[in-house]
């Protein structure tokens, strides 16, 4: 089955609470969101590291999310740059940003470079010239380096975070692991709130030890 972004939520507060919606409100939305978040990026990791022989790294097209994103132009700095559609899941190796290529070229993909590449290129032999079109992420935009003048569309595959999607969007996992990331998720939590509180409070005069 396919579970959505409200399903989760619900699935979350049934076990925690058993659907009494007076408990339910502790645990905020947010906190399962971001708790999603971290658990989808180490399941992913997980299946990398087992399949990195047979696969080279690939991740499960299931958790990738499509986009479609407008190139606009930062006259400050004179370059162009895209902003992020949503959240994306840190993965080693940059690996959440799975894919950016002309909208109509799919075939043709960007090469991602480290963000102070800018640095790098501008110390390089003034003969050297470099044609492919790259990029780099900063905060939440991705930022181009030789993008034709005549493209206005980037297509962008990546692991993005559920936080924007909406409530009845379905959260972009295989089928096949909803119950594991379910319990996963549910686990996670349990852990945050059973953590013992530190009840010496340093910065209060009025608390001794």
Same mark, same amino acid.
């Given at each position: 089955?396919?579970? $959505?972004?409200?399903? %989760?939520?619900?699935?979350? !507060? #049934?076990? +925690?609470?058993?659907?009494? =919606?007076?408990?339910?409100?502790?645990?905020?939305?947010?906190?399962?969101?971001?708790?999603?978040?971290?658990?989808?990026?180490?399941?992913?990791?997980?299946?990398?590291?087992?399949?990195?022989?047979?696969?080279?790294?690939?991740?499960?097209?299931?958790?990738?999310?499509?986009? $479609?994103?407008?190139? %606009?132009?930062?006259?400050? !700095? #004179?370059? +162009?740059?895209?902003?992020? =559609?949503?959240?994306?899941?840190?993965?080693?190796?940059?690996?959440?940003?799975?894919?950016?290529?002309?909208?109509?070229?799919?075939?043709?993909?960007?090469?991602?470079?480290?963000?102070?590449?800018?640095?790098?290129?501008?110390?390089?032999?003034?003969?050297?010239?470099?044609?492919?079109?790259?990029?780099?992420?900063?905060?939440? !935009?991705?930022?181009?380096?030789?993008?034709?003048?005549?493209?206005?569309?980037?297509?962008?595959?990546?692991?993005?975070?559920?936080?924007?999607?909406?409530?009845?969007?379905?959260?972009?996992?295989?089928?096949?692991?909803?119950?594991?990331?379910?319990?996963?998720?549910?686990?996670?939590?349990?852990?945050?709130?059973?953590?013992?509180?530190?009840?010496?409070?340093?910065?209060?005069?009025?608390?001794?030890?």
């Amino acid at each position: 089955m396919a579970i $959505t972004k409200k399903q %989760l939520s619900d699935y979350i !507060r #049934d076990i +925690k609470f058993g659907g009494d =919606p007076t408990l339910s409100g502790k645990i905020h939305p947010t906190m399962i969101w971001k708790t999603a978040d971290i658990v989808i990026g180490k399941m992913i990791e997980a299946a990398m590291f087992k399949n990195q022989d047979s696969n080279g790294y690939e991740i499960n097209g299931d958790f990738i999310s499509t986009y $479609t994103a407008d190139v %606009l132009n930062n006259t400050e !700095r #004179d370059e +162009k740059y895209s902003k992020l =559609p949503a959240q994306v899941i840190s993965l080693k190796n940059n690996r959440g940003m799975h894919r950016v290529s002309e909208l109509k070229n799919k075939e043709n993909a960007f090469a991602q470079t480290g963000n102070g590449s800018n640095d790098i290129f501008s110390i390089l032999d003034v003969h050297y010239v470099n044609t492919k079109t790259e990029f780099y992420m900063e905060a939440d !935009r991705i930022y181009y380096r030789n993008i034709g003048t005549t493209v206005e569309k980037v297509l962008i595959k990546m692991v993005a975070g559920i936080s924007n999607l909406d409530p009845d969007a379905t959260i972009p996992i295989p089928a096949s692991l909803d119950d594991d990331f379910i319990e996963r998720v549910s686990e996670i939590l349990t852990e945050a709130r059973v953590l013992p509180q530190d009840k010496n409070n340093d910065n209060n005069p009025n608390i001794t030890k």
